[in-house]
């Protein structure tokens, strides 16, 4: 069973994840990120500009819906295309395996895509790429990560009835943990040392939902002992742009 504070795909054991030789001495993330100015979008649309990408690219083309063909069933692994929002327009952002596929993705997409009855421009496009090494430090390294489905619905029983803010610290930062080494699996990153992480502060926490799941979404700030590239994910329905974080001050 899966612990109801992880990542839904299986994970190895936090002993695992935290202490092994290394596959390589500085691993490196390819990610993407494509902008299109064209393509108007708020997050309640979200949703309809991933069913959009994803007919453009076709069913039989798992890696940007991760599910198996003919309906059977959902592939557990981490999203390595994501489908965001920033700035009033519509954003794609892969890592890894995912940026071929979005290269090839947009080599053959139309010109326009609709939403919503509305008709967007995928012809105009701000793309940026990175190659970022994936290093642990001795330092503290300073995080902001936005809309952050942390907790499902059990866990945030346990936040409401937990009285103490540190309480509510702990419960946040064993998700972190829990999710920041599901990242490096996802990145082919085995960590040679433990893994750090600590609570800094919780900007706020808001109602929202997921698949039509009351959840609550976090603003915070941590800091942990990994140096990471802005604009991964972390947490739950990072595939529908929860949990986007940044280098924080």
């Given amino acids: 069973m899966h612990d109801p504070i992880l990542p839904t795909y299986e994970l190895p054991t936090l002993e695992h994840l935290e202490i092994s030789t290394p596959k390589a001495d500085v691993p490196v993330l390819r990610s993407i990120e494509l902008r299109f100015p064209g ?48 700035q009033g327009c519509a954003v794609l952002w892969g890592m890894n395996e995912g940026v071929d596929a979005l290269l090839r993705w947009h080599a053959e997409a139309p010109e326009s895509i609709t939403l919503d009855g509305r008709t967007g421009k995928l012809d105009t496009l701000e793309s940026k790429r990175s190659r970022t090494p994936l290093e642990m430090s001795e330092d ?35 998700a972190l943990a829990a999710h920041l080494l599901a990242f490096c699996k996802a990145a082919g990153w085995w960590l040679p040392e433990r893994l750090k992480v600590e609570m800094v502060e919780i900007h706020q926490h808001k109602k929202t939902h997921y698949h039509q799941v009351p959840l609550v979404a976090f603003g915070l700030t941590y800091r942990c002992n990994l140096k990471l590239p802005d604009g991964i994910a972390l947490g739950k329905a990072t595939s529908h742009g929860f949990g986007v974080q940044r280098a924080a001050r």
Avoid at 149 to 168: Q, T
């Fill in 39 to 86: 393509v108007p979008l708020w997050p309640r649309l979200i949703p309809k500009w991933r069913a959009a990408v994803i007919e453009s690219a076709g069913l039989e083309n798992n890696i940007f819906h991760n599910h198996q063909a003919e309906g059977n069933g959902t592939l557990y692994r981490p999203a390595l295309i994501q489908y965001r929002c920033a």
């Fill in 140 to 174: 503290w390294h300073y995080y902001h990560i936005s809309d952050y489905l942390a907790l499902n619905a059990d866990n945030f029983k346990k936040w409401v009835a937990e009285p103490r803010l540190i309480g509510r610290f702990e419960l946040l930062e064993k």
